[in-house]
């Protein structure tokens, strides 16, 4: 495995704030997030671990030209994490090359149960840094990957 120095060719961005979806229904959404200046957007969501066998969470990134705009949904841009599948980081990856500047990501969870979810979005790709290799295995490794 391959390291790749992003200091100073990154930005963390919080997603979503750690909430508490404790009802039949919990929607969150980040603000509008500028990704001008970087190639590559990462979405790093939590999902804490949830007694309810019946919970599903679903994080999605949208795109918007304008921060105050309307979003739609990036195409494949979305992961769905289902009982017995939480307690674990999931990553997903967009090549922003040709999305929208802004992006914002939100979660559903579904279908009952308490459990506590998060999100942070790593912009990264001045023209200096690659991509680092995220080829570990298992539920951290990259579930999607969007390029243009």
């Not at 080829?135 to 969007?146: K, L, N, R």
Request: aromatic share 6%; hydrophobic share 45%.
């Amino acid at each position: 495995m391959t390291a790749t120095d992003l200091a100073g060719a990154s930005s963390v961005r919080l997603g979503i704030a750690p909430v508490s979806a404790s009802t039949a229904s919990t929607t969150a959404t980040a603000a509008g997030i500028d990704t001008i200046g970087y190639r590559w957007a990462m979405l790093v969501a939590n999902v804490g671990v949830s007694a309810a066998s019946s919970l599903v969470s679903t994080f999605t990134i949208t795109g918007c030209d304008t921060v105050g705009g309307t979003y739609v949904a990036i195409t494949g841009a979305s992961l769905t994490v289902a009982f017995g599948d939480e307690g674990v980081t999931y990553r997903g990856l967009v090549d922003m090359a040709h999305q929208p500047r802004y992006i914002k990501v939100s979660c559903v969870s579904a279908t009952g149960g308490t459990t506590l979810i998060s999100a942070n979005v790593v912009l990264y790709g001045a023209e200096a840094a690659g991509l680092p290799d995220l080829s570990s295995g298992g539920a951290d490794e990259i579930q999607f990957t969007v390029l243009s």
